[in-house]
C-alpha cells in the first residue's frame, strides 16, 4: 500500500488498528501528537523506539485516508 511498509495491521496488536512496526504504537496516537503541535524530536524522545520514518509514513498513511471522493448522480 502506497509503500507504507512501516504502517501494519495485526488483529492481535492493539485490536488490528494501524500500528507503526507491529508494536502497541497506533498511528493514530502519532497522528494525533503532531496534530498537537508536539515536535517530531519530543516524539522521538518519548517514544524511543520510534524512528523518523514511522512519523512520516504516519502523516501518509492518515493522508490517504482522508482523500475525499465525492460523487454526484443526475436525477433523470
Known sequence: M?????ITF???IMAG????RGMRIPVSLVVNLV???K????ILEEYPDLE???IRQSLLYAAWLTQERVYTFKSA
Not at 17 to 20: D, V
Not at 39 to 42: K, V
Open 2 to 6: 502506497l509503500g507504507l511498509e512501516r
Open 10 to 12: 495485526d488483529p492481535s
Open 17 to 20: 488498528q494501524a500500528c507503526i
Open 35 to 37: 496534530a498537537h503541535g
Open 39 to 42: 515536535p517530531i524530536e519530543g
Open 52 to 54: 523518523a520514518e514511522d
